[in-house]
């Protein structure tokens, strides 16, 4: 079969998509993505995929959107393929439209968390519901990645069928490794007795980092926070560079900024604990690969992370957009080796049980019938 993959941008495609490509091409079958132009491209381009570039927006510029619905509409009616799949609740609803009109006879979807759960003005909620269920209607196989978002999908009308299929990541590559953790504790100026809290998103503010850094101000002298991510060009929302100017002048050293990194494994390798104090997810990959490193978890009681996260056994389970609780979950690690450890390979037996990569891999690959 000849099956597309699309979503929005080179991030999402060579970080959500691109394990799916694989399995489905080592199924026998051509595997084509589709996403906006950006760097993170080369990877899946050098392992030999054809990744066609269309003018997707991450917003609800009619002008922006009626430009992308054109191009996937050109390419499906050149390309025809037997299968789109689409990812991402604006890229996916274009495509699946497109898809529709162009006369492909199957359309999936994956939806990686639905707007209308996400905080925000009553509107652009009710607007992305009846979206929703517009593109519901040309759906043959609705997916997602959280189990609450499946069952909002068949209570909401959306879909009938809406099944969830997780997220997953793969233990050869997220693993403890104390060779790593000697070294980069080392070159990034760890002490012998801090707890290194690690937090792994883009830099945008609905991940939480105004909260993560002044609950970081309340720890323990022994807690020090690393940083992993950028922001995206696309990303939109408030800056977060006073958020972290300020953290720096009160934390000093116990700060590090590491930006974008193509050693994530390594680096959660060497660190102690995990945070992520979204306010909204989907099911994030980030808290997968942290549990598969053996770390435990601080996390947001919400959709997607509560699914993952057991609290007081693999982790902490906070309130989102608050500081204290998340200071006291950080302090009670800091303070607790013995506690880490037990959480940590907790979460490490729970990943391999629900999040391997190649089960959620195959058991997608299954239910879109490839």
């Excluded at 994956?110 to 517009?134: D, V, Y």
């Excluded at 080796?337 to 959620?360: I, S, Y």
Aim: charged share 25%; glycine share 8%; with cysteine.
């Amino acid at each position: 079969m000849k099956i597309c993959q699309v979503t929005n941008v080179d991030f999402s495609l060579r970080h959500f998509l691109l394990p799916l490509m694989r399995g489905a091409r080592a199924r026998g079958h051509e595997v084509v993505g589709i996403c906006a132009e950006g760097p993170l491209l080369d990877l899946p381009r050098a392992e030999g995929f054809r990744i066609l570039p269309v003018p997707m927006a991450r917003s609800l510029n009619p002008i922006a959107q009626a430009r992308a619905f054109a191009a996937l509409l050109d390419i499906f009616r050149a390309e025809r393929f037997d299968l789109v799949h689409a990812h991402m609740p604006i890229s996916g609803l274009l495509a699946r439209a497109a898809a529709r009109a162009a006369g492909v006879p199957r359309i999936a979807y994956t939806g990686h968390g639905f707007l209308f759960n996400q905080p925000g003005p009553w509107w652009r909620r009710a607007l992305s519901l009846r979206l929703e269920r517009l593109g519901g209607r040309v759906t043959d196989i609705f997916l997602t990645v959280s189990e609450e978002e499946a069952a909002d999908a068949r209570r909401l009308g959306i879909h009938p069928r809406a099944v969830a299929v997780r997220n997953g990541r793969d233990p050869a590559l997220f693993h403890p490794d104390p060779e790593a953790r000697r070294a980069l504790r080392a070159e990034l100026g760890a002490r012998e007795g801090d707890c290194v809290v690690i937090a792994v998103s883009r830099l945008v503010r609905h991940k939480g980092h105004p909260e993560l850094l002044q609950a970081m101000e309340r720890a323990p002298p022994n807690a020090v926070l690393w940083v992993v991510g950028e922001r995206l060009p696309s990303d939109h929302g408030e800056d977060l560079e006073p958020y972290f100017a300020r953290a720096a002048a009160a934390l000093g050293p116990r700060l590090r900024r590491l930006g974008y990194r193509h050693d994530v494994a390594r680096l959660l390798a060497a660190a102690d604990v995990f945070a992520l104090p979204s306010h909204f997810e989907g099911l994030p990959m980030s808290v997968i690969e942290a549990m598969l490193t053996g770390l435990p978890v601080v996390a947001t009681d919400i959709r997607g992370p509560r699914e993952q996260v057991v609290d007081g056994e693999t982790g902490f389970l906070v309130p989102p957009a608050t500081v204290a609780p998340l200071a006291e979950a950080i302090a009670r690690l800091a303070a607790d080796p013995a506690l880490r450890a037990r959480m940590g390979a907790a979460g490490r037996a729970r990943a391999l049980e629900r999040f391997d990569e190649a089960k959620v891999v195959a058991h997608t690959l299954d239910l879109l019938g490839l």
